[in-house]
C-alpha cells in the first residue's frame, strides 16, 4: 500500500507530501528532478524522514529514466497509487497507471486537458465559445491561418504551459521573421502546434477543485496584465479576485460548469482555466488544466476557501479525506474574503539589496517570497515562473486588495538595488 509522488517542477518545501499523506496506510516514496532541486536551490528528503524512499533522477523529463526507476519501484514495493501535480506529469502518470493496472487518472481524462486542439473541439461541440484555431502542418498553414482571420495570429504547441513556446504576432513582418528565425520545420513544432484567432479584453482564471465527479469549489480572478510578455514586462504582474456582487464572477462560473461538463474529465482534480472577457461582453475559451493554477493562486484559493487545492486534490486520488464541505447540488460556495497577487519578474542585474520581509504596517499581506537574494546575478525572465517576488494580499473588495498590492509594489522597488551586471 504505497504512493508514488513524482515531482518535477517548484519546491518541495511548498508541497509536503510526507506530511499530507501522512494517515496514509503504507509507504510514501518520491522521485523528483534533480535539475529542478539544482534550479530551487534544494536538497532531496532523506529516505526515513516521513519518506519511504526518495530519489532525484537525471534527466527527469527527457531520457526516460523517471519511467524505469518509477516501475522499478511499483514492483519493489507494491505501489497502489501515483500522483503527480505538475503538468507535465500528468500524462506520463496517467501511462504508469495503466501499465500497473492503478486507480486514477487515465490518458483519455489527461488528453482533453492537455491537447489545446482536442480540448477546443470538445468545447465546441457542447456550445462554448472557442475562438478560432486550426492544426499547423505547414508554415502555408500559418499564412493561409493570417490571410483568413487576419493579425494579430497566436501560435502556441498544443500541450504547451506556463506560455512556454507561445507567439503573438502582430504583422506579415513578425511572422515572416518567426518563419525565417523560429520556426523549425524538422524540428518539434511539427505536427505540435495550432494557431488561434487573437482574441481581445482582459483575460480571466478560474480555479477550483472536482471532488467526486462534482464541482466542490471554484471561483474567478482576472489578470490585468498580459500573460506572454513575463520576458518584457518588468512592471506589476497583478491578478485580482471578483467580488461576490459582480455580475461577471457568476457568469464565469456558469461558462466553467458547462466546459467540465463537456470534457471527460477525472473523479478528482484541481483546474486552472482561462476564459477571454471580450470588448462586446462576450466569454470565449482559451483554455483549461488539470491542475492546481501557478504562482500564488493556490494560496489565493486557500485562503478564499480555507482548503488548500493541491492537497485536497491529491488526498482525495488516495481515498483520503479532504477539509471541503460537499455543498448540495446547485449550490455554489463563498468566497471568506478578496484576495490578489502581485508578481515581480527577474530583471537584468546584479542584487545588491532586496527586502526579505514585509514592514509590520502591512498586516494584510498573507505571503510575501523572495526568489532572489544579494550578490546573485539575473538575467532576464525566461519562463513565466522566473520570479523576482511574489505577494499575496487580502482584503474585503477588490478595490481594496488592489489597492494594497500597489502600495507593496512601491515599497518593495524602494527597497530594492540592482547594479549593472
Not at 185 to 190: F, S, T, V
Not at 316 to 339: D, F, Y
Request: net charge negative; aromatic share 8%.
Amino acid at each position: 500500500m504505497s504512493v508514488l509522488v513524482l515531482h518535477q517542477v517548484g519546491s518541495l518545501h511548498a508541497v509536503p507530501y510526507d506530511t499530507w499523506f501522512a494517515d496514509h496506510a503504507g509507504d510514501v516514496l518520491l522521485l523528483a528532478s534533480r535539475e529542478n532541486l539544482d534550479r530551487v536551490g534544494e536538497q532531496l528528503p532523506l529516505s526515513g524522514a516521513g519518506y519511504a524512499y526518495t530519489e532525484s533522477v537525471d534527466g527527469y523529463d527527457t531520457s526516460g529514466r523517471l519511467e524505469e526507476r518509477a516501475l522499478d519501484l511499483a514492483r519493489e514495493y507494491g505501489v497502489t497509487h501515483v500522483v503527480a501535480p505538475h503538468e507535465r506529469d500528468l500524462e506520463r502518470a496517467a501511462v504508469l497507471r495503466e501499465i500497473l493496472g492503478l486507480p486514477g487518472q487515465r490518458t483519455e481524462t489527461v488528453l482533453p486537458f492537455r491537447d489545446k486542439s482536442l480540448m477546443k473541439e470538445l468545447a465546441a461541440a457542447a456550445g462554448v465559445r472557442v475562438a478560432a484555431y486550426r492544426e499547423m502542418e505547414t508554415a502555408t498553414d500559418i499564412v493561409a491561418f493570417a490571410d483568413e482571420h487576419g493579425f494579430p495570429v497566436v501560435l502556441k504547441p498544443r500541450d504547451s504551459a506556463g506560455s512556454v513556446g507561445l507567439h503573438i504576432l502582430s504583422s506579415r513582418e513578425e511572422l515572416d521573421t518567426y518563419l525565417a528565425e523560429d520556426f523549425d520545420l524538422y524540428g518539434p513544432d511539427l505536427p505540435n502546434l495550432i494557431a488561434e484567432e487573437y482574441v481581445p479584453g482582459p483575460l480571466c482564471h478560474i480555479d477550483g477543485l472536482v471532488l467526486d465527479g462534482r464541482l466542490a469549489l471554484a471561483w474567478p480572478s482576472q489578470y490585468q496584465y498580459a500573460l506572454a510578455t513575463y520576458a518584457t514586462d518588468t512592471g506589476p504582474r497583478i491578478d485580482l479576485t471578483l467580488d461576490v456582487d459582480d455580475p461577471l464572477a457568476h457568469r464565469l462560473l456558469a461558462f466553467t460548469e458547462r466546459l467540465l461538463a463537456a470534457l471527460p474529465g477525472p473523479e478528482n482534480f484541481a483546474f486552472h482555466a482561462e476564459v477571454f472577457h471580450t470588448p462586446d461582453d462576450e466569454l470565449v475559451l482559451c483554455e483549461i488544466a488539470c491542475r492546481t493554477g501557478g504562482a500564488a493562486i493556490r494560496d489565493i484559493v486557500t485562503l478564499l476557501f480555507g482548503a488548500d487545492p493541491t492537497e485536497s486534490w491529491l488526498r482525495a486520488e488516495l481515498g483520503l479525506p479532504v477539509a471541503v464541505e460537499q455543498l448540495p447540488s446547485g449550490e455554489r460556495p463563498v468566497p471568506r474574503t478578496m484576495t490578489g497577487q502581485l508578481v515581480l519578474m527577474k530583471r537584468p542585474g546584479r542584487v545588491a539589496a532586496v527586502p526579505d520581509a514585509v514592514p509590520p504596517e502591512f498586516p494584510w499581506v498573507e505571503r510575501f517570497r523572495v526568489f532572489v537574494q544579494p550578490g546573485q546575478t539575473l538575467a532576464a525572465a525566461r519562463t513565466s515562473s522566473d520570479f523576482l517576488c511574489t505577494v499575496l494580499v487580502s482584503g474585503p473588495d477588490r478595490a481594496t486588495v488592489e489597492a494594497r498590492l500597489r502600495q507593496v509594489e512601491t515599497w518593495f522597488l524602494e527597497q530594492l538595488v540592482l547594479e549593472d551586471a
